[in-house]
């Protein structure tokens, strides 16, 4: 079975400070996707990454970055927390390619106080 | 650009009865359609999915969802709910023609099943 593992399932963070989400796949994906789920917004998608050191921008992109050194972990960086960035957030992997499903982390529930 | 809308916040549906969630959406190359389901506290689980063939897809749980190009809809249904039905779903697109594989996702249907 595929397995996406997000490093906290629950985080606190201070408004102004730097925040590191982590997440990794041990299927040998090349895609890998960082969403945010907020209620009645659905899943919006924030940066994808199609292969290493490869990153695409999604929808919501301000205020975060990415980073993909390598193929099984992809980092979500908030630089300076704001409490608008509470929120939940979901990490995917899913093979190259646009036929394949992906999988799913259980989410890391972000407060930022 | 890609989108998907789901245009029910929530669908109510009565034990027994069929259920029809609702999914459109907008690609600019061939479209590649998935279903989510997220239950309370949990990621999400992938349904069914429709890339090419048959217009009608079955998946997971005895959902099924048909894809119809000339509307552009993606709809789940299921000919008898389960209360356990009861959850958040989400319709997601891919295009076909890109290389890269952006997923996009709706804002999510809840639905209740009651018994």
């Known amino acids: 079975d595929v397995k996406v593992t997000q490093s906290s399932r629950y985080l606190v963070k201070r408004t102004g400070e730097k925040v590191f989400l982590e997440c990794v796949q041990d299927m040998d994906h090349e895609n890998m996707f960082w969403y945010r789920q907020d209620p009645g917004l659905g899943l919006r998608l924030i940066y994808f990454?199609?292969?290493?050191?490869?990153?695409e921008k999604g929808d919501i992109p301000e205020g975060y970055s990415v980073s993909r050194e390598k193929k099984e972990r992809f980092s979500l960086i908030l630089e300076s927390a704001s409490t608008n960035q509470t929120s939940m957030y979901l990490c995917?992997?899913?093979?190259?390619?646009?036929?394949?499903?992906?999988?799913f982390g259980q989410g890391t529930r972000l407060t930022v106080v | 650009a890609q989108s998907v809308a789901q245009p029910e916040d929530q669908v109510n549906v009565a034990e027994g009865n069929p259920l029809t969630v609702k999914c459109t959406y907008s690609?600019?190359?061939?479209?590649?359609l998935f279903w989510y389901v997220q239950y309370p506290n949990r990621g999400l689980q992938f349904l069914l999915k429709y890339i090419t063939g048959d217009n009608l897809v079955k998946g997971s749980y005895g959902f099924e969802a048909e894809f119809n190009k000339s509307q552009t809809s993606f709809h789940l249904k299921k000919p008898s709910a389960l209360v356990s039905d009861s959850a958040l779903y989400f319709c997601?697109?891919?295009?076909?023609?890109?290389?890269?594989?952006?997923?996009?996702f709706g804002q999510g249907t809840t639905l209740q099943v009651k018994p």
């Open positions: 990454s199609y292969d290493v050191k490869m990153k």
């Open positions: 690609v600019s190359g061939n479209p590649y």
């Open positions: 995917a992997s899913a093979k190259g390619g646009s036929v394949t499903e992906a999988f």
């Open positions: 997601a697109v891919r295009d076909g023609s890109s290389n890269t594989g952006k997923l996009i």
